[in-house]
């Protein structure tokens, strides 16, 4: 049965940082693109950053929304079958749940930020992120 498990969020002070995890089983991370998303309360859900699968060459690609490029990063630990979303320099309007997607389609070439074009269809559950004094 698939599963995906976010973890990591929680309290933490403006200017602090935070690494989200997003675990897995019945899927193999490394061969999929898996976006990390964010919904505010009264907001839409917001596309973050995103990693595609990792090619034969072993590189794989990223993508990032301009409202948070250069503080947030992703990376992949395949031993662990878990991508991480690693935020600096947060702000209070960074509070948010925070979810990630994984990709139904193992071939894709890239990954997406568009959370409604049918390409995530595994979700996790989410995790908290307050950012406040």
């Known amino acids: 049965q698939l599963q995906i498990v976010e973890s990591g969020g929680g309290l933490v002070q403006p200017g602090g940082s935070l690494r989200l995890s997003c675990s897995a089983s019945?899927?193999?991370?490394?061969?999929?693109?898996v976006g990390w998303f964010r919904q505010a309360p009264g907001k839409e859900r917001e596309g973050l950053i995103c990693?595609?699968?990792?090619?034969?060459?072993?590189?794989?690609?990223?993508n990032q929304a301009d409202s948070v490029k250069g503080r947030v990063t992703i990376s992949r630990d395949n031993a662990k079958n878990t991508v991480y979303l690693q935020m600096d320099n947060l702000r209070p309007e960074d509070t948010a749940v925070y979810y990630c997607?994984?990709?139904?389609?193992?071939?894709?070439?890239?990954?997406?930020?568009?959370?409604?074009?049918?390409?995530?269809?595994?979700w996790g559950q989410g995790t908290q992120v307050t950012v406040s004094t």
């Open positions: 997607a994984v990709d139904w389609d193992q071939w894709a070439m890239d990954c997406t930020l568009q959370y409604d074009q049918g390409r995530y269809v595994h």
């Open positions: 019945g899927v193999t991370l490394d061969y999929r693109a």
């Open positions: 990693i595609s699968r990792t090619w034969s060459n072993g590189r794989s690609y990223t």
